[in-house]
């Protein structure tokens, strides 16, 4: 049921220890030009793309370095930026509020032997929620060239950790061959 999911996930397996690759990625952050669009907080880290590239489904990739079994694992996932989330998450609790105090209201209406109206604003609320829903993923359809960029990104960030290169003050920074 991939099409179900909202916020794609992945999972990579690296060859080097969690504690390397914790330090060789904090080492990369701190590279001037790096610091919008490449963050690291211990062993949890944010992608971002340039100001210049943003549209409203522009999406971030958070990651972190976990460790199971004896083997790093680099785990990410694709998410709307901070604010667009924040405001979907509002508008769907608003709706679910809405449409459970609407089918409450239906019932105590239909209790009382009266016009059932409530369920009229439970139904809308419902039919916003699914229709929010389907814009999400409408969005995240238009975002796909961010994602691939944003994978590739990390994707050169972790091999360069792997190979155990310096990361230089003259390196190019972070996305900014987008």
């Not at 099409?3 to 060859?15: A, C, D, K, Q, S």
């Not at 210049?52 to 489904?57: G, I, Q, T």
């Not at 083997?71 to 989330?85: E, K, S």
Request: charged residues 10%.
């Amino acid at each position: 049921m991939q099409w179900f999911n909202l916020r794609p996930t992945f999972e990579i397996v690296l060859p080097i220890s969690r504690t390397l690759a914790v330090q060789r990625l904090n080492a990369a952050s701190l590279v001037d030009g790096a610091a919008p669009y490449f963050l690291m907080f211990g062993e949890y880290g944010e992608l971002h793309l340039p100001e210049s590239e943003l549209r409203l489904w522009s999406p971030h990739l958070s990651f972190y370095l976990a460790e199971r079994g004896g083997a790093c694992f680099v785990h990410g996932r694709f998410a709307p930026r901070l604010n667009v989330w924040s405001c979907l998450w509002i508008v769907y609790l608003a709706m679910a509020f809405t449409a459970f105090f609407a089918l409450t209201l239906a019932f105590s209406q239909w209790m009382l032997n009266t016009s059932p109206w409530g369920l009229w604003l439970a139904l809308t609320a419902i039919t916003v929620i699914l229709l929010l829903y389907v814009v999400a993923h409408i969005g995240q359809q238009l975002s796909a060239d961010q994602m691939h960029a944003l994978r590739g990104e990390l994707n050169l960030l972790l091999e360069k950790c792997q190979a155990g290169e310096a990361f230089s003050q003259q390196q190019t920074p972070p996305l900014a061959r987008l």
